[in-house]
C-alpha cells in the first residue's frame, strides 16, 4: 500500500485480452500465493470489486479462464501492476498459481461492476472471508494512495478463514491503521467462529447511539449470507461481492446468474452477476 507512482500515465486500457508478465510470486499460505503481473504501456482502471478472466494456457484444455478480483491494482509510468491472491484450487488455479516472474498470464478485463464509493460520515465495516478479502484490501489500498485520512479512520476490518494460514490481507489491513477483528473455525487464531460470529460479538458491546454503519463483504456465499441476514435485522444497508461460478465473465454462458429482487414492485428474477454484478446491494439480493 505504498503511494502514487510518479509519471505521466498511460493511455487507459479498454475491455479486452491482455497480455500481462508476471514480475513477483510471493507465496502466503500452503496453497496460495500472491502473483504480481505488469500491463505494460497501458492503464487498466479496475475499481475495487472489479474482477478479470485469467488464463495462463494455450491449449484448449482447461477450456475456461479463471475469474480473480485484484488485490491491488496500481497504474505506473509504465504500465499497470496488479497484485492478484491465487489459491491452487482446481486445474486452472493451480496452473497460474505456478508461474514465476518472467511467464505471461493473459487477462480479460476490466470486467463487472464494483463497489461503490464509500458513504459520508458512517462506520464502516469490511467483511471478508479466505480470497474474499482481496477486493476489499484493493478499497483500503485506494484510500491509502490518494491520503483519505477521513474515510480510513472510519473502517474496521472482520476476517474470517477455516484456519489462520488461510487468513489472507491482516498485515496489510493493520500496517494501514485499521482495527482488524479475526476469526477461524478451528480457533486456531481469533475467535474460534466465523467472520459474522466475530462481528455480531463485537457489535453486542457496541454504542447503539453510534451511527448506522454501512457494510462490504466478499466470500463465501454461506458467509454473505449470514451476513445479509445479521445486517437486515440490524437495518444495516450495504453491498456484498457474490461468488460464483464463471465460463465466459460477460454475460453470454448464464452460467453465474443470481436471484434479486426488484426494489419497486418486489418482483424476483435472476440477473448474470458477471454483468449486474458482482458485487450488488443488500436490499436487492432475493436471499
Known sequence: ???SD????PQPAPVGSWQTVVTAREPVGPRAVLL???????ALPLAPGQFVMARAWSAPDPLLRRPLAPFDVRVRADGTQLDLLVV???RGTRRIAALEPGATLDLLGPLGRGFGPLPAGRPVWLVGGGVGVA???HMVAELVRREEAERLSRLHV???ARSGEALFGREAFEAAGLPVLLATDRGDVGLRGT???ALAQRLAHADDGSAIPYVYGCGPEPMLRALVALCRERGW???VSVERYMACGFGVCFTCTCEVREPDRGRVHRVRSCLEGPVFPIERLAW
Open 1 to 3: 500500500m505504498s503511494g
Open 6 to 9: 510518479e509519471g505521466a500515465r
Open 36 to 42: 504480481t503481473v505488469l500491463l505494460p504501456g497501458r
Open 88 to 90: 491452487a484450487g482446481g
Open 135 to 137: 477486493p476489499l484490501h
Open 158 to 160: 472482520v476476517l474470517g
Open 195 to 197: 467472520a459474522i460470529d
Open 237 to 239: 444497508q450495504g453491498e
